[in-house]
């Protein structure tokens, strides 16, 4: 038997999430069954978790975008029980059972070796989060940004995607203004290594069609008028990766910045990138991460913390990341809390 998190859907189509036992014979069908040792909470997880957001395709669902573990038993070639793996994106957690569980069976296409110099934990607090921001910003260095260009803004600065873009950027030589709407967490943002902090509310709300320039390139992770106005203000020839939706889906500017300043706008895509691109961020994720710092933007709880920790993070109360230790035991229910 083991542990995990599902969402069920009764007649009436309201929904309901639960820590659930669970036996191995009602995994969904897949050629490798991984035991995981470590999970995370994003930002869609807590969509599904809560039903506040369209992610989940079908009923029941295990959630969580995010795993990393180790093989258990595989019916193809390409691994071996024993191999240390983890998975991003491929629609887990969305339509296949995902990683907020103590056990999962995949494809073995979806696999993606953990690289030698990061435990499962530390994959795990970069997960979806800094393996999409590396993929903005590998797309934007792709396209010709590089740090003499001129300054980078990164929105939702001090999220997952935020923290890690800021973190990357800043370690690859470019001057990053960081956009937030929490201000108290400046000091935190300054350490990652933004040189310039703005309120979110400057981007937020409807803007003009163009601005004064202020940036060379953008790594967006809100979407809607923080979008629109981040392109207006973004210099010729500039290059703007939009990332994420955390304001909406919507985009309520004009064609003004793309054929009066030539600015591109690019799409990430992280859920069906090629194991090739995958590869290529995840060695370079291992060799650029501050592991000393991956420590303090990052909260572990367990899987019977997580259904509590998906309001906080909607509510915009975490900084950071939120790694699940799928395997440990909550503070309140250990033998040794006190009382």
């Not at 590396?134 to 260095?141: A, G, P, Q, R, V």
């Not at 973190?167 to 990652?192: C, D, N, W």
């Not at 210099?235 to 939009?242: F, I, P, S, T, W």
Request: charged share 20%; aromatic share 6%; with cysteine.
């Amino acid at each position: 038997m083991f542990n995990a998190i599902l969402i069920r859907r009764a007649e009436d189509q309201s929904m309901d999430t639960a820590l659930t036992e669970m036996a191995p014979e009602a995994l969904p069908e897949g050629d490798v069954q991984v035991r995981i040792d470590w999970s995370t909470l994003n930002y869609k997880d807590a969509l599904a978790i809560t039903g506040k957001g369209s992610i989940v395709r079908h009923f029941p669902m295990v959630p969580g975008i995010d795993l990393a573990g180790v093989v258990e038993h595989s019916d193809s070639a390409d691994w071996s029980p024993g191999d240390r793996v983890l998975v991003n994106g491929w629609g887990v957690g969305e339509s296949h059972w995902g990683g907020l569980a103590q056990k999962a069976r995949l494809s073995s296409q979806w696999l993606t070796p953990l690289p030698e110099n990061l435990n499962a934990r530390q994959a795990m607090s970069i997960g979806t989060a800094g393996y999409t921001a590396m993929l903005s910003l590998m797309t934007l260095e792709r396209h010709g940004l590089t740090p003499h260009k001129g300054d980078v803004l990164v929105t939702g600065a001090s999220g997952g995607v935020g923290s890690f873009a800021i973190m990357f950027l800043a370690r690859s030589g470019y001057r990053v203004i960081a956009a937030t709407g929490r201000p108290e967490e400046q000091h935190y943002l300054k350490a990652l290594g933004a040189s310039e902090i703005i309120h979110r509310d400057e981007l937020a709300s409807q803007g003009r069609p163009l601005g004064k320039t202020r940036w060379a390139g953008v790594i967006d992770s809100v979407g809607s008028h923080t979008l629109a106005n981040a392109c207006a203000h973004t210099r010729e020839d500039g290059l703007v990766a939009a990332c994420g939706l955390a304001q909406g889906l919507n985009f309520p500017g004009t064609v003004a910045p793309f054929i009066l300043r030539g600015v591109t706008l690019l799409g990430i895509n992280s859920v069906t990138r090629p194991q090739a691109q995958r590869r290529e961020a995840w060695t370079r994720l291992a060799q650029e991460v501050d592991t000393d710092m991956l420590d303090t933007m990052t909260r572990e709880v367990t899987l019977s913390e997580t259904i509590d920790a998906a309001d906080e993070l909607l509510s915009g109360r975490i900084r950071g990341r939120l790694v699940v230790n799928v395997n440990g035991q909550a503070a309140g229910n250990r033998a040794d809390a006190e009382p």
